[in-house]
């Protein structure tokens, strides 16, 4: 996000690449377009806009463009809920007057942690946009001990997904992880562009993962808001876990994330196992994040 102006024309000239003439209701005159997708001049129509007008749109000058036009525009270019969202804080970060977003602190309220704990039962943490986790409960804390492992604090796990081979046996679905971790940084990326934090750890898994690389560069965005997670256990085994993330009103620019499995499930079952498993090494994480803490 160093340069707002290229992300803006990189995102949108990448959704108009994606959009064929038939999707967007055009006939397609013969057979040798030379432009993959729709051309500027059809985005230009479709929107409602004049051809030199979103030729300035996509140069990046996306400042001053009103609400109709971002609706517009989304619209023709097709974009899903967090395709608009990130179309719209792009537009906000080009205006006059930005400012930086505060951020939140490294640690939560007491209260927050209370929350956590009261998950007797299931995994439960706090994170923020650049997926630090803030704070967990002993249930979360087991299931990603393997995070933990990390010296580092906050632990990231984003971060841990990309850069550490442990990960694939972690996560089963693997590639849908890696990609929807990487789609959710970059939407943070346009609610919060010169979030220090985040520019660094951005530059660290561009420099070290070829991989980042790739899912960075589809310019992909995604909202984390409920689903399922796979996940392998080195000591519990497979687990099928239901998610859901909140954010926390109270904290702004956090997020509340709650593991759970039906009940009479195998993974019900299995969460019982860790519970059981997280309090016989409890002295061991705790040991743990003492050492973290005074390195």
């Given at each position: 996000m160093a340069d707002l102006r290229d992300e803006i024309k990189e995102f949108l000239s990448s959704r108009r690449a994606r959009i064929t003439p038939d999707q967007a209701g055009l006939p397609a005159y013969g057979g040798n377009r030379r432009v993959k997708g729709l051309r500027r001049e059809e985005v230009a129509m479709l929107a409602g806009v004049s051809v030199d007008y979103y030729v300035r749109l996509e140069r990046g000058n996306l400042a001053g463009a009103s609400e109709s036009v971002?609706?517009?525009?989304?619209?023709?270019?097709?974009?899903?809920?967090?395709?608009?969202?990130?179309?719209?804080?792009?537009?906000?970060?080009?205006?006059?007057?930005?400012?930086?977003?505060?951020?939140?602190?490294?640690?939560?309220?007491?209260?927050?942690?209370?929350?956590?704990?009261?998950?007797?039962?299931?995994?439960?943490?706090?994170?923020?946009?650049?997926?630090?986790?803030?704070?967990?409960?002993?249930?979360?804390?087991?299931?990603?001990?393997?995070?933990?492992?990390?010296?580092?604090?906050?632990?990231?796990?984003?971060?841990?997904?990309?850069?550490?081979?442990?990960?694939?046996?972690?996560?089963?679905?693997?590639?849908?992880?890696?990609?929807?971790?990487?789609?959710?940084?970059?939407?943070?990326?346009?609610?919060?562009?010169?979030?220090?934090?985040?520019?660094?750890?951005?530059?660290?898994?561009?420099?070290?993962?070829?991989?980042?690389?790739?899912?960075?560069?589809?310019?992909?965005?995604?909202?984390?808001?409920?689903g399922l997670k796979r996940l392998h256990h080195p000591v519990i085994g497979d687990l099928d876990l239901n998610y859901e993330s909140m954010e926390l009103p109270s904290e702004p620019g956090l997020v509340l994330n709650v593991y759970t499995a039906p009940a009479g499930s195998p993974s019900a079952d299995g969460l019982r196992m860790l519970a059981s498993w997280a309090a016989t090494h409890e002295a061991e994480f705790a040991a743990q994040e003492r050492a973290a803490a005074g390195s």
């Open positions: 971002l609706d517009a525009l989304a619209s023709t270019l097709q974009l899903d809920e967090a395709e608009r969202q990130y179309l719209y804080d792009l537009a906000r970060a080009a205006g006059p007057g930005r400012t930086r977003t505060s951020q939140a602190g490294p640690v939560v309220r007491p209260a927050v942690q209370q929350v956590l704990d009261a998950f007797a039962d299931a995994p439960a943490w706090v994170r923020n946009g650049r997926h630090d986790i803030i704070a967990a409960n002993r249930l979360a804390r087991a299931l990603y001990s393997q995070v933990y492992d990390d010296p580092r604090r906050p632990v990231n796990t984003t971060r841990f997904a990309y850069l550490n081979p442990a990960a694939r046996e972690l996560w089963r679905d693997y590639d849908q992880i890696t990609h929807d971790a990487a789609a959710m940084l970059r939407l943070e990326a346009g609610r919060n562009p010169h979030d220090p934090e985040l520019i660094r750890l951005v530059g660290e898994l561009s420099t070290q993962s070829e991989l980042f690389r790739e899912r960075w560069a589809s310019r992909d965005v995604k909202f984390h808001r409920s």
